[in-house]
């Protein structure tokens, strides 16, 4: 019964987010216009050996990741204004299953949005406008446990927040105050560890989760560019995202339709 549920919430959100063709074409839209438009821009401002594009890429990925998964808890709320939360709430299933079938849901549907846009990457090295290298087995395997974490982690930061608010017009207004400032400072447009930053500036972008999963990201896309150890990347992500799910966990027990 309770992997049942769970699956059937996870195959529910993944319906929503597939059946809304706008949505997909704009969650792969963004982030390549990103990459394209400004990564090319800013990549002719530089010298040719600086590269820009190979720095950016892993920080375009998870840009991805972060407002995807952010975005995820809109659908509690909109489930809680249509009356659907109500009828989950009162299934026999309990709330921290319910909590992983979204988690599921917005974990896959993240991830699914960061590897087209790895595709999309690979598609400019073909062409010739990065040289990244080719990642093996090990480097694929990277790529997807940070992908999982930073995804994870921010899918329950986003169902925290729906499970607190229920205007759906405020539910976004409240996730870009949080994500802007957590984006800008996780080194994704420019590195954090060269000292070129103000040390106050630096110390905020240190604090910032997701600078650690970008490295990761980073180590399995253009290693040459990470600038923490690979292991502290993984520890902080994972003992950021395990932080997540259970103040996610907590805050959905306590959830009201």
Known sequence: MTAQAIYVLWLRDMKWFLRAKSRVISSIATPFLWFAIIGVGLNSMFQPEARYLEFMAPGIVGMTLLFSSTMSGISVIWD?????????????????????????GGMTTAMLQGALLLLAIGLFQVIGLVDIRTPGVVQLLQIVVFMVLISVSFVSIGLALASVI????AFPVVINFLIMPIFFLSGALYPIGTG???SWLSSLARVNPLAYGIDGLRWAIYPERAQFS??????V???FSSVMIILGGYLFRKISA
């Open 166 to 169: 229920k205007d759906p017009v």
């Open 196 to 198: 070129a930053l103000p």
């Open 80 to 104: 809680k204004q249509f009356g659907f939360m109500k009828e989950i709430l009162v299934a026999p299933v309990s709330r921290i299953h319910i909590m992983i079938g979204k988690v599921l």
């Open 237 to 239: 992500m994972l003992a």
């Open 230 to 235: 690979l292991w502290l990347d993984f520890g």
